[in-house]
């Protein structure tokens, strides 16, 4: 056996015994669930009275939402600023979002007291309150990146007709996606404007939905980043590192302009002592300085920009101070003095690795058997489906996963 056939198959090991390990989690977090369901969130959590909000909306509705916001970014950047040379990243992008929308729903459901009650938001409206619009934002958006997401399906089947019609939409609904996502990535913020006394004034401000809004955009970008350059390296897809450099010479004019906002929002609009409790002093400064500051000068340096090694360490500071962020405002901020400190149970940890586990795995075998990485797709002429057009001056070959 040559050394290269050695290579293949350990990497097709390696593959496959990936797989089965994403598949256990995902197994153990169903157990978990029906756990959940069989014995009632008091007994199988540690939310309570005092913490209502544990693991399951800190991290899998208000961390995940932002770090599925690269289909609204990009599609915005794309679509609507004319930048047609990203075009490449956006259908990962989607996959990406309703991937994570989708798992973001399964969250919900978990930590709802009484989840087969869900349909009553669509039939009694409360218009007064944000959890009303972020539920119908969601149900939306979600609807709208199914829909997105069709495209690489009837592209894999060969359904050329149902391809044109979602061709046809295409404008429609990334519009629509942009102004939806605004809408409940901004009110996730609004949530906690209601803590007025319990979330602390390192976080709490008037412009907490402005933020939030802008951390989205930029978490969105680096989410893009972080899995084309994961999927090039272990799935072997194309090397998308002279797009990505487009992303980071946007990210430090967003990153600018959200670490304005937060410090304008600290200086004139916070009321009461910002640096009484040392713990949350620390919290704070890591979130700005490792999750803002040091990759906004990181990006700024064309170097940087250029090599995809700082690429993938860029956005990973980005999400991480993200993460810390959203878990900063909706539960380590949350945290009084005297009270006791929650921490997640057993069945509240299994779930969210399990979820984690699940985007991961899914994404995985939508990039390997789905034409997600199509570069431009929308260049196949579907009246002729054996064949692409000449696009530009560059002849293409017959669409991957189109049957004749």
């Not at 798992?103 to 007064?128: F, M």
């Not at 495209?151 to 007709?161: I, L, Q, R, T």
Request: charged share 15%.
């Amino acid at each position: 056996m040559t050394a290269a056939a050695r290579i293949i198959i350990n990497e097709v090991k390696g593959y496959h015994n990936f797989l089965k390990f994403m598949i256990g989690l995902v197994v153990l977090a169903v157990l978990a669930s029906a756990v959940r369901f069989v014995f009632g969130l008091g007994s199988t959590t540690n939310m309570n009275d005092t913490y209502p909000w544990g693991l399951w909306i800190s991290f899998d509705v208000v961390t995940a939402v932002p770090l599925a916001a690269g289909a609204f970014t990009l599609g915005a950047i794309v679509h609507c600023f004319h930048i047609k040379k990203l075009e490449p990243l956006v259908r990962p992008a989607i996959v990406t979002g309703f991937l994570g929308y989708s798992l973001v729903c399964i969250g919900l459901l978990l930590d709802l007291g009484q989840p087969h009650k869900g349909w009553h938001t669509l039939v009694y409206w409360n218009v007064h309150s944000p959890m009303f619009e972020v539920s119908m934002c969601v149900m939306a958006y979600t609807t709208v990146l199914f829909l997105e997401f069709l495209s690489p399906v009837c592209e894999k089947f060969g359904y050329h007709m149902p391809l044109r019609v979602l061709r046809w939409l295409e404008m429609p609904l990334v519009i629509a996606a942009a102004s939806i996502s605004t809408l409940h990535q901004s009110s996730l913020g609004t949530f906690f404007l209601i803590a007025v006394d319990k979330l602390h004034n390192l976080w709490y401000n008037p412009l907490l939905p402005l933020q939030f809004w802008m951390s989205a955009i930029f978490t969105g970008m680096s989410i893009i980043i972080l899995e084309a350059t994961m999927v090039h390296r272990y799935l072997g897809q194309p090397d998308e590192s002279e797009l990505l450099e487009v992303l980071t010479k946007i990210l430090p004019w967003v990153l600018g302009a959200y670490l304005a906002v937060k410090i304008a929002a600290m200086a004139f609009l916070s009321h009461g002592p910002l640096f009484d409790r040392p713990a949350l002093l620390a919290l704070f400064l890591v979130e700005v300085i490792v999750g803002v500051i040091m990759p906004m000068v990181m990006f700024m340096k064309e170097s940087n920009r250029e090599d995809n090694r700082m690429q993938l360490r860029g956005a990973s500071m980005i999400i991480f101070g993200v993460v810390l962020n959203r878990f900063n405002v909706s539960m380590f901020g949350m945290i009084q003095a005297d009270q006791v400190i929650y921490y997640p149970s057993v069945v509240e940890s299994l779930v969210t690795i399990g979820i984690i586990a699940g985007h991961i795995l899914f994404f995985v075998l939508l990039a390997k058997y789905f034409p997600i990485f199509e570069h431009h797709p929308e260049t196949v002429d579907y009246s002729l489906p054996d064949h692409f057009h000449e696009v530009d001056g560059h002849e293409h070959g017959q669409a991957k996963g189109v049957e004749a």
